[in-house]
């Protein structure tokens, strides 16, 4: 099973509103990934879990908040987005944080209204 | 400044026709350099991945070269086919900098291929 699964597909949410997003994957890899994609942009990434403990958060607002339950899950936590967070939500997972390829799942479609 | 370019944003070909698409970068010394297809509200899907010692990479109808002297990786598709129309992304890994294994993503070539 080589599959990175996303949930849900597609989120409107206000801004007041308190939503997560959900990402598994049973390939027995350590390292997983949230990478935020705006229209006709690259992937950037917001946060790096290794072993189940945060090594990187690239100065990402608290907004957004990560959490690793277990080595296939990974959760991100919304909480007073702005209309400028709405993008494509990226989870990916590796063998290992390094020298590894980058297994990606479908993406979250976020609108914040 | 550190800076990651894809030769351009869109490119037009022809079935049949090699695609080469180009991936530069400066102030960057990657250990490895990785290729990705990301088709319209889709994750990107891991295609190739070749290391700093390695001059060339290929899969099937698929071949990457990395030269780290010109900053430079050319990643070619030959005999192209429609279905390969997406966009294609180069990676590159930070391991050998402060950054640990993060990876930074070029902007994208759209690539369409033309009946």
């Not at chain 1, 990175?4 to 959900?22: A, C, D, E, F, R």
């Not at chain 2, 079935?15 to 994750?43: F, H, I, M, V």
Request: glycine share 6%.
């Amino acid at each position: 099973d080589t599959e990175v699964t996303q949930t849900p597909k597609h989120l409107v949410m206000g801004m007041t509103n308190k939503k997560s997003l959900k990402c598994e994957q049973h390939m027995g890899h350590r390292a997983m990934y949230w990478y935020k994609q705006k229209a006709k942009k690259p992937p950037e990434l917001m946060f790096v879990y290794s072993y189940e403990k945060l090594s990187i958060n690239e100065s990402v607002p608290s907004r957004f908040s990560p959490e690793c339950p277990n080595s296939s899950l990974l959760n991100l936590h919304l909480h007073a987005l702005q209309p400028e967070d709405s993008a494509l939500y990226l989870c990916a997972s590796s063998q290992e944080f390094g020298t590894y390829e980058q297994y990606f799942g479908p993406g979250t479609r976020l609108t914040v209204t | 400044s550190q800076k990651i370019e894809q030769n351009s944003e869109a490119l037009n070909i022809q079935e049949g026709k090699t695609a080469t698409l180009t991936c530069n970068y400066t102030n960057y010394s990657p250990a490895y350099l990785q290729w990705y297809r990301q088709d319209p509200g889709r994750g990107p899907v891991f295609l190739l991945l070749i290391r700093e010692n390695e001059k060339e990479k290929r899969k099937e109808r698929l071949k990457v070269t990395f030269d780290t002297t010109l900053k430079q990786s050319l990643f070619h598709i030959t005999a192209s086919q429609p279905a390969d129309s997406a966009t294609y992304l180069c990676a590159l890994d930070l391991s050998l900098e402060a950054q640990g294994g993060k990876l930074i993503f070029g902007q994208g070539t759209e690539l369409s291929v033309k009946p």
